[in-house]
C-alpha cells in the first residue's frame, strides 16, 4: 500500500507527486491556520477535479476541510452531476459544511459567497474574460488569489501578465464612469396591472400576460395534425372577450370585459391566474411540465456506488467454538432421486436452527450429469452430539469438500492444520452427515477425519477389524489392502486425486494398450512418461476413476459434451505412487459430495428467500406465497438455472404501470396526458425502484451472477462471513427485481398482495377501486353514434359522454364537448398492456421469458391497436377538425381495404396506420374501464372483440430488426442503422458488414420503426440468399 502524505518532498522526489500539485498542496498548507477556510481551486478539466478531490481527502494535514469536486461531465464520458447536485454543493460551501471545491469553469461566474477567501488557479485560465470572473469568486474583504505558473514558462508569464494588465484597464474605466450620474428606472409596474406570486416573486403583467399564455399552449400535448393554440373571440361592441384554451387545458373558458384595445391582455391575465389556482401554472408562473425534475442518476448514484453487499442466510451462520458445544441439532435428510443406476448416498444436513417448511414440497433439479437427478429436503428432528463427534464431523467435511473442489493436497493440509482451532468469528457453520442404511456413516467419519498413522504398526493401518492380509506398499508407508479399497488417493507425479474402487489382475509388468495399437508394460510407461521406477512389480494394481469435477450443476448443460471431454473414466495405478487421504470413503458418499456445493447454494438461496418474506413486515405476512417463487423473481438471466426473474419481470412491470397510471390518472383530475406521463415515469424509473430497494434493504437479496463453486464458502475453513466483499450492481438490474418481486405476489396472492408489497416498499400511491364521480352536461347522442359503437363493443355505457370523450381528438375544438382523448388513452395504454401481459403469462404458462415477451410486444403496440380500428371501422366515428389526419386515413383505406387479414398491420407495403387511430383503441378501453368502475374484466371481454385474432406462440411473426440483430450476432457481422427524417417522413438505412462483403438497404416510412422494419427485413433477406449460396456451393444441405 502506498501512502502520500507523511513527507510531500519524498512523494515529489519518488514520483507519486507531479510538481504542479506539489506546490498546489504546499500553497493549501500555508492556510491551516485561517478559520472558517472558504476556498476554490480552479482546474480545465473534469478527471483533473475528481482526481485532486480523490488526493486532498486522505491527506491527513488536511483532515479538518471538506473537499468536493464540482463539474459539467454530460459529455465526457465520466460521471454526469446534475443540477441539483450542483445546488448542494454550493449549498454545504455556503454553510461551511464544504471547505475546498475543486471546480471547473463551471463555477467562474454565478456563484456569490461572500465568505470566499481564497481562489487558486491550478490550471492557467483560457481567456481574460475566464482570468477575471475566477477572481471575483473571492468575495471576502483580504482574500487571496494564488495562480500556479511553472517557472520558465515564457508564454504562461506573459499571458499571465496581459490579464493582470487588462484587469487593471477594466477597474480604471470602471472608476472613470463611476462619476457620471444614471438616470433613474422608471417602474413600468406602477401603472400596468399585474399577477405575482409572493412566495417567489414571480410576476406576469398585461403585456407579457399573452406570451404566457402562449407559452402555456405550447407545452400542451400535441402531436401532428394538431398544435394547440388559444382562440379569442371578441365583441368590440360590448367590450367583452371570450378566451378559449385547448381542450386538454383544466381551465378552458376565460370571460373578460373592458377596453377592447387591451382587451385580449385582460383576459390572458385572468387566464394565468386560474392557471395557477388549479395548478397549472407553478408558483414561478411556468407551465408544469417545464420545470426541470430531479436529474434520475442523483437518486441513486449516492446509495450504491460503493457497493452493495451479497447475503448469507443467518440460519447457518455461527461460530464454530459455540455451535460445538451446543449439543442439539435440528436435521434435515438431503435425498438424491433420478433415473441413476447407483443413487447416490442421503446426506443429513445438521444446523442450529429449525429452517421452516418451505423446502418440504420443493424438488429441485440438478444438472450436468448423465442421468436426471433432482433433490428434496425433509426434516428428520433433532439429534443430539458432543463436541468430539461435532469436531470429527467438521474435519470429514471440510477434507472431502476441499478436497472436491481444490484438488489441491497442500490447500487440503493447510484446511486440515487449521481445524485444531475453534475460531470465534462468526462463519458459515453446518455439518454434513455421510448416511449408509438410513444411519449416519460415523465409521467413515471417524476414520476418514483422523490422520493416517505414521507408526510402523501395521495393525493400526487398518480402517477396522478385517479379514484381508494383504500387505500393500504406497508412497507413505504400508497399508493393510482394505485401506485401499473406497479410498482417496493423491499421485504427486502428475497432481491428481482418484477414487480406488479396488484391486486389478494386473501389476507393474502387465502390458498396457496404447492408443496407437502398440504394447508396452505399465512399468516401462511410468518410466518413459514420468521417469518413475517401480520396484514392487508383482503388487496388483489399483483400478481409479478421477475424482468428478465438482461443477454448478444448477446450470442445465450437455452431458455427452461434458462426458466426451472426460475422456478415459477408468485408470490403473501402481499403489506405490499412491499417498492415501481418506479411507474408507464408498464411492455413493464420494458421488453425493459432489453435488453438495450445488445443493447447499440452492438451500442458501431459499432461506435468503424466506428471510427476506420475513423482513418484508407484518402486512405481507398474510399472504401465503412460496419462498421458491420469491427465489424466482430474485434470479437474473446471468445465473443460467432453470428459472430466472424475466416472466415475472415482464408482469411485474405491466402491473406497477397499471396501478400508477390509474393513481396519477385518479389523483390529477385537471392534469393533461403530458404531465400525468412525466409524474408516472419519476415514480415507476429504475432510478426511483432502485432507490426503493436499496432503502429497504433489497439488493443484497439479488442473485445476480452464476454459481461458482469454486468461490463456494465450505463450512469448516474459518472463514469470516463478516468479510464478504462488496458488489457493483446496476440500477436496471436492481429495478428489474423489484418489478420480479411485484410479479412473483401478483401471480401467486392476486393484486391486493402486489399493492401492499408496493406500500410496504415505501412507494406512496393510491389503488382506487371506486367510480370516478362525473358530471354529465353532453348529450353524446348528438355527436356520435352511441348505438351502434356499444354494439360493436358488447358494452352499455352508463356514461355515454366517457365514450365520445374517447373519439375526440385534440383538432375537434368545438366549445361545450368533451375533453380530447389523451387521459383517457394514458389510462387505457396502462389498462390494455397489462390485460395483455396477465393473459399471456397465465394462457402459456411454459413459454420462455422471450416467447412472452414477444407475444406482449406483437399485442400491445400502437399498429396493432390502428389495424384493429379500421377492421372494425372506428375510424369512421373519431371526432376531429384535420383535414392532414382525413387524407391519410383515406390514403391507407384506399390502398390496403383487402390487406386488413395479414399480421404485418401495413409495415410490409410501407405504410404506417395514422397512430390516432391506434391511440383511439386504448382510450376506448380507459372510457370502459372508469365506466365499468375499474372492472378489468369488462374491459377484457369489450375489448377482445375487435381485437381478435389474438397472436399465439404458432402465429407469432419474427420482428426482423430482432432477426436481423441475432442473425449479425451469431455470425459475429457489424450492423449499424442510420436514421433520418424529412417533411415528415423517416428514412432509414440498415447496413451489415461481413468478410468482405456489406449488405445495404435505404427504406422510408411516416413511421421511423416501420421504415427500419423495412430496411432490416430487405437486409436479413438478402444475407439468408447469400448463406444459403454459400452453402450449396459447399455441397452442405441447409435444411
Given at each position: 500500500?502506498?501512502?502520500?502524505?507523511?513527507?510531500?518532498?519524498?512523494?515529489?522526489?519518488?514520483?507519486?507527486?507531479?510538481?504542479?500539485?506539489?506546490?498546489?498542496?504546499?500553497?493549501?498548507?500555508?492556510?491551516?491556520?485561517?478559520?472558517?477556510?472558504?476556498?476554490?481551486?480552479?482546474?480545465?478539466?473534469?478527471?483533473?477535479?475528481?482526481?485532486?478531490?480523490?488526493?486532498?481527502?486522505?491527506?491527513?494535514?488536511?483532515?479538518?476541510?471538506?473537499?468536493?469536486?464540482?463539474?459539467?461531465?454530460?459529455?465526457?464520458?465520466?460521471?454526469?452531476?446534475?443540477?441539483?447536485?450542483?445546488?448542494?454543493?454550493?449549498?454545504?460551501?455556503?454553510?461551511?459544511?464544504?471547505?475546498?471545491?475543486?471546480?471547473?469553469?463551471?463555477?467562474?461566474?454565478?456563484?456569490?459567497?461572500?465568505?470566499?477567501?481564497?481562489?487558486?488557479?491550478?490550471?492557467?485560465?483560457?481567456?481574460?474574460?475566464?482570468?477575471?470572473?475566477?477572481?471575483?469568486?473571492?468575495?471576502?474583504?483580504?482574500?487571496?488569489?494564488?495562480?500556479?505558473?511553472?517557472?520558465?514558462?515564457?508564454?504562461?508569464?506573459?499571458?499571465?501578465?496581459?490579464?493582470?494588465?487588462?484587469?487593471?484597464?477594466?477597474?480604471?474605466?470602471?472608476?472613470?464612469?463611476?462619476?457620471?450620474?444614471?438616470?433613474?428606472?422608471?417602474?413600468?409596474?406602477?401603472?400596468?396591472?399585474?399577477?405575482?406570486?409572493?412566495?417567489?416573486?414571480?410576476?406576469?403583467?398585461?403585456?407579457?400576460?399573452?406570451?404566457?399564455?402562449?407559452?402555456?399552449?405550447?407545452?400542451?400535448?400535441?402531436?401532428?395534425?394538431?398544435?394547440?393554440?388559444?382562440?379569442?373571440?371578441?365583441?368590440?361592441?360590448?367590450?367583452?372577450?371570450?378566451?378559449?384554451?385547448?381542450?386538454?387545458?383544466?381551465?378552458?373558458?376565460?370571460?373578460?370585459?373592458?377596453?377592447?384595445?387591451?382587451?385580449?391582455?385582460?383576459?390572458?391575465?385572468?387566464?394565468?391566474?386560474?392557471?395557477?389556482?388549479?395548478?397549472?401554472?407553478?408558483?414561478?408562473?411556468?407551465?408544469?411540465?417545464?420545470?426541470?425534475?430531479?436529474?434520475?442518476?442523483?437518486?441513486?448514484?449516492?446509495?450504491?456506488?460503493?457497493?452493495?453487499?451479497?447475503?448469507?442466510?443467518?440460519?447457518?451462520?455461527?461460530?464454530w467454538s459455540s455451535f460445538s458445544r451446543r449439543g442439539f441439532y435440528y436435521c434435515y435428510?438431503?435425498?438424491?432421486?433420478?433415473?441413476?443406476?447407483?443413487?447416490?448416498?442421503?446426506?443429513?444436513?445438521?444446523?442450529?436452527?429449525?429452517?421452516?417448511?418451505?423446502?418440504?414440497?420443493?424438488?429441485?433439479?440438478?444438472?450436468?450429469?448423465?442421468?436426471?437427478?433432482?433433490?428434496?429436503?425433509?426434516?428428520?428432528?433433532?439429534?443430539?452430539?458432543?463436541?468430539?463427534?461435532?469436531?470429527?464431523?467438521r474435519r470429514f467435511q471440510t477434507t472431502i469438500l476441499s478436497l472436491l473442489i481444490s484438488?489441491?493436497?497442500?490447500?487440503?493440509?493447510?484446511?486440515?492444520?487449521?481445524?485444531?482451532?475453534?475460531?470465534?468469528?462468526?462463519?458459515?457453520?453446518?455439518?454434513?452427515?455421510?448416511?449408509?442404511?438410513?444411519?449416519?456413516?460415523?465409521?467413515?467419519?471417524?476414520?476418514?477425519?483422523?490422520?493416517?498413522?505414521?507408526?510402523?504398526?501395521?495393525?493400526?493401518?487398518?480402517?477396522?477389524?478385517?479379514?484381508?492380509?494383504?500387505?500393500?506398499?504406497?508412497?507413505?508407508?504400508?497399508?493393510?489392502?482394505?485401506?485401499?479399497?473406497?479410498?482417496?488417493?493423491?499421485?504427486?507425479?502428475?497432481?491428481?486425486?482418484?477414487?480406488?474402487?479396488?484391486?486389478?489382475?494386473?501389476?507393474?509388468?502387465?502390458?498396457?494398450?496404447?492408443?496407437?495399437?502398440?504394447?508396452?508394460?505399465?512399468?516401462?510407461?511410468?518410466?518413459?512418461?514420468?521417469?518413475?521406477?517401480?520396484?514392487?512389480?508383482?503388487?496388483?494394481?489399483?483400478?481409479?476413476?478421477?475424482?468428478?469435477?465438482?461443477?454448478?450443476?444448477?446450470?442445465?448443460?450437455?452431458?455427452?459434451?461434458?462426458?466426451?471431454?472426460?475422456?478415459?473414466?477408468?485408470?490403473?495405478?501402481?499403489?506405490?505412487?499412491?499417498?492415501?487421504?481418506?479411507?474408507?470413503?464408498?464411492?455413493?458418499?464420494?458421488?453425493?459430495?459432489?453435488?453438495?456445493?450445488?445443493?447447499?447454494?440452492?438451500?442458501?438461496?431459499?432461506?435468503?428467500?424466506?428471510?427476506?418474506?420475513?423482513?418484508?413486515?407484518?402486512?405481507?405476512?398474510?399472504?401465503?406465497?412460496?419462498?421458491?417463487?420469491?427465489?424466482?423473481?430474485?434470479?437474473?438471466?446471468?445465473?443460467?438455472?432453470?428459472?430466472?426473474?424475466?416472466?415475472?419481470?415482464?408482469?411485474?412491470?405491466?402491473?406497477?404501470?397499471?396501478?400508477?397510471?390509474?393513481?396519477?390518472?385518479?389523483?390529477?383530475?385537471?392534469?393533461?396526458?403530458?404531465?400525468?406521463?412525466?409524474?408516472?415515469?419519476?415514480?415507476?424509473?429504475?432510478?426511483?425502484?432502485?432507490?426503493?430497494?436499496?432503502?429497504?434493504?433489497?439488493?443484497?437479496?439479488?442473485?445476480?451472477?452464476?454459481?461458482?463453486?469454486?468461490?463456494?464458502?465450505?463450512?469448516?475453513?474459518?472463514?469470516?462471513?463478516?468479510?464478504?466483499?462488496?458488489?457493483?450492481?446496476?440500477?436496471?438490474?436492481?429495478?428489474?427485481?423489484?418489478?420480479?418481486?411485484?410479479?412473483?405476489?401478483?401471480?401467486?396472492?392476486?393484486?391486493?398482495?402486489?399493492?401492499?408489497?408496493?406500500?410496504?416498499?415505501?412507494?406512496?400511491?393510491?389503488?382506487?377501486?371506486?367510480?370516478?364521480?362525473?358530471?354529465?352536461?353532453?348529450?353524446?347522442?348528438?355527436?356520435?353514434?352511441?348505438?351502434?359503437?356499444?354494439?360493436?363493443?358488447?358494452?352499455?355505457?352508463?356514461?355515454?359522454?366517457?365514450?365520445?370523450?374517447?373519439?375526440?381528438?385534440?383538432?375537434?375544438?368545438?366549445?361545450?364537448?368533451?375533453?380530447?382523448?389523451?387521459?383517457?388513452?394514458?389510462?387505457?395504454?396502462?389498462?390494455?398492456?397489462?390485460?395483455?401481459?396477465?393473459?399471456?403469462?397465465?394462457?402459456?404458462?411454459?413459454?420462455?421469458?422471450?416467447?412472452?415477451?414477444?407475444?406482449?410486444?406483437?399485442?400491445?403496440?400502437?399498429?396493432?391497436?390502428?389495424?384493429?380500428?379500421?377492421?372494425?371501422?372506428?375510424?369512421?366515428?373519431?371526432?376531429?377538425?384535420?383535414?392532414?389526419?382525413?387524407?391519410?386515413?383515406?390514403?391507407?383505406?384506399?390502398?390496403?381495404?383487402?390487406?386488413?387479414?395479414?399480421?404485418?398491420?401495413?409495415?410490409?407495403?410501407?405504410?404506417?396506420?395514422?397512430?390516432?387511430?391506434?391511440?383511439?383503441?386504448?382510450?376506448?378501453?380507459?372510457?370502459?374501464?372508469?365506466?365499468?368502475?375499474?372492472?378489468?374484466?369488462?374491459?377484457?371481454?369489450?375489448?377482445?372483440?375487435?381485437?381478435?385474432?389474438?397472436?399465439?406462440?404458432?402465429?407469432?411473426?419474427?420482428?426482423?430488426?430482432?432477426?436481423?440483430?441475432?442473425?449479425?450476432?451469431?455470425?459475429?457481422?457489424?450492423?449499424?442503422?442510420?436514421?433520418?427524417?424529412?417533411?415528415?417522413?423517416?428514412?432509414?438505412?440498415?447496413?451489415?458488414?461481413?468478410?468482405?462483403?456489406?449488405?445495404?438497404?435505404?427504406?422510408?416510412?411516416?413511421?421511423?420503426?416501420?421504415?427500419?422494419?423495412?430496411?432490416?427485413?430487405?437486409?436479413?433477406?438478402?444475407?439468408?440468399?447469400?448463406?444459403?449460396?454459400?452453402?450449396?456451393?459447399?455441397?452442405?444441405?441447409?435444411?
Amino acid at each position: 500500500m502506498i501512502y502520500i502524505g507523511e513527507d510531500f518532498a519524498e512523494d515529489l522526489q519518488d514520483g507519486l507527486l507531479t510538481s504542479k500539485v506539489y506546490f498546489l498542496i504546499k500553497s493549501l498548507m500555508g492556510y491551516r491556520h485561517m478559520q472558517d477556510l472558504r476556498c476554490i481551486v480552479f482546474v480545465e478539466r473534469v478527471i483533473t477535479s475528481i482526481v485532486l478531490e480523490a488526493l486532498l481527502s486522505t491527506i491527513n494535514q488536511m483532515s479538518g476541510w471538506s473537499v468536493r469536486y464540482m463539474a459539467s461531465g454530460r459529455n465526457c464520458g465520466l460521471q454526469h452531476q446534475s443540477r441539483n447536485k450542483h445546488v448542494e454543493i454550493v449549498d454545504s460551501f455556503r454553510s461551511g459544511k464544504v471547505h475546498l471545491i475543486i471546480a471547473t469553469q463551471i463555477l467562474e461566474e454565478g456563484l456569490d459567497v461572500p465568505s470566499c477567501n481564497l481562489i487558486i488557479r491550478f490550471d492557467q485560465a483560457a481567456t481574460v474574460r475566464s482570468f477575471i470572473q475566477s477572481r471575483g469568486r473571492a468575495r471576502m474583504q483580504h482574500s487571496d488569489y494564488v495562480l500556479l505558473v511553472r517557472r520558465g514558462d515564457v508564454n504562461a508569464l506573459s499571458k499571465t501578465q496581459k490579464f493582470l494588465k487588462s484587469g487593471q484597464i477594466m477597474r480604471e474605466e470602471s472608476q472613470r464612469l463611476e462619476s457620471t450620474c444614471c438616470q433613474p428606472l422608471l417602474n413600468t409596474l406602477c401603472n400596468e396591472e399585474f399577477y405575482g406570486v409572493e412566495s417567489t416573486g414571480a410576476i406576469v403583467t398585461l403585456n407579457s400576460s399573452i406570451q404566457l399564455i402562449n407559452f402555456f399552449c405550447s407545452k400542451l400535448p400535441s402531436d401532428e395534425y394538431f398544435k394547440p393554440l388559444p382562440r379569442f373571440k371578441i365583441d368590440k361592441a360590448l367590450g367583452t372577450c371570450t378566451l378559449h384554451l385547448p381542450m386538454s387545458s383544466p381551465v378552458q373558458t376565460i370571460y373578460a370585459e373592458g377596453k377592447v384595445s387591451i382587451i385580449k391582455k385582460v383576459v390572458c391575465l385572468k387566464a394565468c391566474r386560474e392557471l395557477h389556482a388549479v395548478g397549472a401554472l407553478t408558483d414561478y408562473l411556468l407551465p408544469e411540465s417545464s420545470v426541470p425534475c430531479e436529474d434520475e442518476p442523483d437518486i441513486v448514484v449516492d446509495k450504491y456506488k460503493n457497493g452493495q453487499p451479497d447475503y448469507f442466510p443467518e440460519q447457518l451462520v455461527d461460530n464454530w467454538s459455540s455451535f460445538s458445544r451446543r449439543g442439539f441439532y435440528y436435521c434435515y435428510m438431503v435425498s438424491l432421486e433420478g433415473c441413476s443406476k447407483t443413487t447416490p448416498a442421503e446426506i443429513v444436513l445438521a444446523v442450529k436452527c429449525d429452517m421452516g417448511s418451505d423446502f418440504i414440497s420443493n424438488s429441485f433439479k440438478l444438472w450436468g450429469v448423465q442421468d436426471y437427478l433432482s433433490f428434496t429436503m425433509r426434516y428428520v428432528g433433532i439429534i443430539h452430539l458432543n463436541q468430539e463427534q461435532v469436531i470429527a464431523a467438521r474435519r470429514f467435511q471440510t477434507t472431502i469438500l476441499s478436497l472436491l473442489i481444490s484438488n489441491d493436497l497442500s490447500e487440503v493440509s493447510n484446511y486440515i492444520k487449521n481445524l485444531l482451532e475453534m475460531p470465534a468469528s462468526p462463519g458459515a457453520v453446518y455439518l454434513l452427515l455421510p448416511v449408509v442404511s438410513g444411519k449416519i456413516d460415523w465409521r467413515s467419519i471417524k476414520f476418514s477425519a483422523s490422520e493416517m498413522p505414521e507408526a510402523t504398526n501395521m495393525d493400526m493401518r487398518h480402517c477396522y477389524p478385517c479379514k484381508d492380509t494383504g500387505i500393500v506398499q504406497t508412497k507413505d508407508g504400508t497399508f493393510c489392502s482394505c485401506m485401499l479399497r473406497n479410498s482417496i488417493v493423491c499421485t504427486p507425479h502428475n497432481g491428481m486425486f482418484y477414487a480406488v474402487c479396488g484391486f486389478l489382475d494386473l501389476n507393474a509388468n502387465s502390458l498396457l494398450h496404447r492408443s496407437d495399437g502398440s504394447f508396452l508394460s505399465y512399468k516401462t510407461y511410468f518410466k518413459e512418461r514420468y521417469n518413475l521406477d517401480l520396484r514392487c512389480e508383482d503388487q496388483a494394481l489399483l483400478e481409479a476413476r478421477k475424482l468428478v469435477e465438482v461443477r454448478n450443476f444448477l446450470h442445465k448443460c450437455n452431458y455427452k459434451k461434458e462426458k466426451e471431454r472426460s475422456g478415459k473414466s477408468v485408470v490403473e495405478l501402481p499403489p506405490e505412487l499412491c499417498i492415501v487421504v481418506m479411507s474408507p470413503m464408498s464411492a455413493i458418499t464420494l458421488r453425493s459430495f459432489t453435488f453438495i456445493p450445488s445443493i447447499m447454494y440452492r438451500i442458501q438461496c431459499m432461506l435468503l428467500s424466506m428471510n427476506l418474506k420475513m423482513q418484508l413486515g407484518p402486512s405481507m405476512q398474510q399472504f401465503d406465497i412460496p419462498a421458491l417463487k420469491i427465489l424466482e423473481a430474485l434470479t437474473t438471466k446471468n445465473c443460467q438455472e432453470e428459472f430466472s426473474q424475466e416472466s415475472l419481470e415482464t408482469l411485474g412491470d405491466s402491473f406497477l404501470k397499471y396501478i400508477t397510471t390509474q393513481h396519477f390518472f385518479v389523483k390529477y383530475k385537471h392534469q393533461h396526458e403530458g404531465m400525468l406521463t412525466k409524474m408516472k415515469k419519476n415514480v415507476i424509473s429504475n432510478a426511483a425502484l432502485c432507490q426503493l430497494a436499496c432503502s429497504n434493504n433489497l439488493v443484497g437479496y439479488i442473485r445476480s451472477e452464476a454459481f461458482n463453486p469454486k468461490t463456494w464458502i465450505v463450512p469448516g475453513v474459518g472463514y469470516d462471513i463478516c468479510d464478504r466483499s462488496l458488489r457493483k450492481l446496476k440500477s436496471k438490474r436492481i429495478a428489474d427485481s423489484v418489478e420480479a418481486l411485484i410479479g412473483a405476489y401478483l401471480s401467486t396472492a392476486g393484486e391486493q398482495a402486489a399493492y401492499i408489497f408496493l406500500k410496504s416498499l415505501g412507494m406512496d400511491i393510491e389503488f382506487h377501486k371506486m367510480p370516478i364521480e362525473r358530471v354529465i352536461t353532453i348529450k353524446a347522442e348528438e355527436f356520435i353514434n352511441v348505438k351502434s359503437l356499444e354494439l360493436l363493443l358488447d358494452y352499455s355505457f352508463n356514461d355515454p359522454s366517457l365514450l365520445m370523450e374517447a373519439l375526440t381528438h385534440g383538432s375537434y375544438q368545438i366549445a361545450g364537448t368533451t375533453p380530447c382523448y389523451q387521459r383517457l388513452e394514458f389510462l387505457g395504454d396502462a389498462v390494455l398492456d397489462h390485460i395483455f401481459t396477465d393473459y399471456f403469462y397465465h394462457q402459456y404458462p411454459e413459454c420462455t421469458p422471450e416467447l412472452l415477451t414477444d407475444l406482449r410486444s406483437a399485442s400491445v403496440n400502437n399498429s396493432c391497436y390502428a389495424h384493429a380500428a379500421v377492421k372494425a371501422g372506428l375510424h369512421k366515428h373519431v371526432l376531429h377538425s384535420s383535414s392532414a389526419l382525413h387524407k391519410r386515413m383515406a390514403d391507407y383505406l384506399d390502398k390496403f381495404e383487402q390487406s386488413f387479414s395479414g399480421p404485418s398491420h401495413g409495415w410490409e407495403a410501407g405504410i404506417s396506420l395514422p397512430k390516432v387511430l391506434g391511440d383511439v383503441v386504448e382510450s376506448i378501453a380507459g372510457a370502459i374501464y372508469i365506466d365499468a368502475k375499474h372492472d378489468k374484466g369488462v374491459v377484457w371481454r369489450s375489448m377482445k372483440r375487435i381485437l381478435e385474432p389474438l397472436v399465439t406462440p404458432d402465429t407469432l411473426q419474427n420482428d426482423p430488426v430482432k432477426e436481423l440483430q441475432e442473425f449479425c450476432d451469431s455470425k459475429g457481422y457489424t450492423l449499424e442503422y442510420t436514421v433520418t427524417r424529412d417533411n415528415g417522413v423517416s428514412s432509414v438505412v440498415a447496413e451489415v458488414r461481413t468478410e468482405g462483403t456489406t449488405y445495404k438497404a435505404t427504406r422510408t416510412g411516416f413511421s421511423k420503426l416501420d421504415a427500419k422494419k423495412l430496411a432490416a427485413s430487405s437486409v436479413l433477406r438478402d444475407l439468408k440468399a447469400a448463406d444459403t449460396k454459400q452453402y450449396s456451393a459447399n455441397g452442405i444441405s441447409c435444411t
